[in-house]
């Protein structure tokens, strides 16, 4: 056996957070992982494929090159390279998070599978690590969803695409949800026919709907196929060709392709842990912790996407609780940890980025609402020529304070962040934004526009909870 102070199991991004802050304060700290240093960001999530992306942004440019007077005669997608830059990334953002933690002193990096082998005690390679505090971090992995007959036949998840080395000429995405619209329009954009098979009334259904409607008209004009209201009645293959037939519209339809990805997001890897065997509550939607992120068993603690709803799966929640699981198990600085998610942003072109409330979110939790819509048209974005999108700014009226925000645009992720400080300072209100002069031209001028018009409506009193 050997003893630790603290075990952390999986390194991804709230797993390193925290045994980076326990080793700082001065604990000898055992890191268990299965795969690779890094977790879902580095190595099959958030950075492989923004690559991807960037490739297909890049695809997608020399084609509407004509545009701005210059002149393709012609271009060929070298797919293969495309992966192997990928996969490069990968790689290289492994390394060094893996030499990041060996350089730790206090800290032993064990691989392979952890499990829970009693309170107290972990299982990895037929060795026994004990420590009275157990961190576990173990991520998220790709969602399955019951689609009739997909047992049957090989289809992808997000991780496989990230394997793939040849590009598919037909593919079905199942699920029009943050994963399948990044991968499904990157892969688009590469070549493939894309078809969307979406069981809800529109895509982001939790989003604005003038930002969801606007995102998948772009979709469209891409040649994207977008079948939403749809219900899977089978899924079948014959050779290398996969047939889905769905009822859509109140009709029967039959959608053939050469693959099917599954992008339904992921879950909570709960299944490897053995976690009954140290008593430790859990369910397939993630581990059960109080609002310090203690499990059901004293001294176990869980951060990141293993939570599960209510915390939310995105990089930015994961490293913070990573640090907060620290402060409490370790008795540090123990405090709540807040579930909110903060802001989160969809990767597509344009990208979608969100905030704190909806609209009706708002109202419907009793607020007096001031709402501004702003598109991107004018100064830089008509230079760029990326005027598509919208951005929603709604904010309180008695008191100007900031309730959300939804940007679609180009880079509208970075476009987002200055409504992300304003709702963070002391009284959370527009002022910030209103107050400041922004530069012109540039892209960032539509969210100062958006918010100034919440502020402006706020004042009439339009926005009233029904």
């Not at 299965?34 to 494929?49: E, F, L, Q």
Request: proline letters at 5%.
């Amino acid at each position: 056996m050997l003893d630790y102070d603290v075990i952390v199991i999986g390194a991804g991004m709230a797993g390193i957070n925290a045994a980076a802050k326990a080793h700082d304060a001065g604990r000898t700290v055992a890191v268990v992982e299965r795969d690779r240093v890094g977790g879902t960001c580095p190595i099959r999530g958030c950075i492989p494929t923004k690559a991807l992306i960037r490739s297909a942004e890049i695809a997608h440019e020399i084609g509407r090159a004509e545009e701005f007077g210059i002149h393709v005669p012609s271009y060929e997608v070298d797919f293969g390279a495309v992966m192997d830059r990928v996969r490069g990334i990968i790689d290289r953002g492994s390394r060094g998070a893996t030499g990041y933690l060996e350089s730790l002193e206090r800290l032993d990096l064990h691989f392979g599978e952890g499990r829970m082998a009693a309170p107290g005690a972990v299982e990895v390679n037929g060795e026994t690590l004990r420590a009275p505090r157990i961190l576990i971090t173990a991520g998220a992995q790709p969602q399955r969803m019951p689609v009739p007959g997909i047992e049957s036949v090989e289809y992808m998840t997000s991780d496989d695409v990230l394997q793939l080395r040849e590009r598919p000429d037909r593919l079905i995405v199942i699920g029009a949800g943050p994963v399948g619209l990044e991968l499904g329009q990157a892969l688009s954009r590469l070549g493939s026919r894309v078809t969307f098979v979406e069981v809800e009334e529109r895509i982001l259904p939790a989003a604005e709907p003038e930002i969801a409607e606007g995102l998948a008209g772009y979709l469209e004009a891409e040649g994207i196929e977008l079948l939403t209201g749809a219900r899977i009645l089978d899924l079948s293959h014959e050779g290398e060709t996969r047939r889905m037939r769905i009822d859509h519209g109140g009709g029967e339809r039959t959608i053939e392709a050469d693959a099917v990805l599954l992008g339904v997001g992921r879950a909570p890897a709960v299944g490897a842990l053995r976690l009954e065997r140290a008593g430790i509550e859990h369910s397939s939607r993630g581990i059960a912790v109080d609002a310090r992120l203690e499990t059901s068993q004293e001294g176990v603690y869980a951060a990141g996407d293993i939570l599960g709803a209510p915390y939310g799966a995105f990089t930015h929640v994961a490293r913070r609780l990573g640090a907060e699981m620290v402060d409490n198990a370790l008795d540090l600085d123990p405090h709540d940890a807040d579930p909110d998610w903060g802001p989160r942003a969809i990767f597509t072109d344009p990208e979608v980025a969100v905030v704190g409330m909806t609209e009706a979110q708002a109202l419907e939790a009793g607020h007096e609402i001031g709402v501004g819509v702003a598109t991107p048209s004018g100064g830089k974005a008509r230079a760029w020529g990326e005027e598509r999108g919208t951005v929603k700014v709604v904010v309180e009226a008695a008191t100007r304070r900031v309730l959300g925000a939804q940007v679609l645009a180009y880079h509208g992720a970075d476009l987002l962040h200055p409504v992300v400080v304003a709702m963070n300072a002391p009284g959370g209100t527009a002022d910030p934004i209103t107050r400041s002069y922004y530069l012109h031209p540039t892209l960032g001028e539509v969210v100062k526009s958006a918010v100034e018009r919440a502020v402006a409506a706020s004042s009439s009193g339009s926005g009233k909870p029904e």
